[in-house]
Every structure is written in C-alpha cells, then in structure tokens.
C-alpha cells in the first residue's frame, strides 16, 4: 500500500509509524527508545529516563505519557505498556 506522506520527513509531533510490545526489565534498558509510551492495561509504569532519574506513574488504561524513556523497571511496573516509534 503506498503511503501519502512517504516523502516527507517525520518528525516528533508525526504520527507513530511503529508501535512495540514494551518487556519490562530490572537490568536491560529498552532496544529502542519510544516517542511515547501508550498504557494498554491500567497500572503503574516504573520509568528511567535519559538523566538517571527513576519514578512511578500511576497510569489509567489508553493513557498515552509522552516520554521516551531508556527504561522500563520490571520493579513495580504492573501496567502493560506498548512504545510508539
């Protein structure tokens, strides 16, 4: 199927072109870094970002929290979250 926009260049307010199943882990950051993160089932989403900071988000199911983080802490985490590329 062609693509409308296939010659445009994408940019960080585009729409996400790739979506992933995130796998939470205590020791491994993400193989890729998410536009956003998209809570499929309500929860808590334990974050790492870029600066070594980690916090908690009490997340509601189809929330969409537009960070990218490097890591999703097994941890804590109980939500089932998808990233958006």
């Not at 890729?32 to 870029?50: K, N, S």
């Amino acid at each position: 199927m062609s693509h409308a926009f296939s010659t445009h260049a994408r940019g960080l307010s585009s729409p996400a072109g790739q979506h992933f199943a995130i796998q939470p882990s205590d020791g491994a950051d993400l193989p890729r870094r998410p536009r956003v993160i998209y809570c499929q089932t309500a929860g808590t989403a334990v974050l790492r970002c870029e600066a070594g900071v980690t916090l908690s988000y009490a997340l509601v199911q189809g929330q969409i929290l537009p960070l990218s983080p490097v890591r999703v802490l097994a941890a804590g985490t109980t939500a089932t979250l998808f990233g958006w590329l």
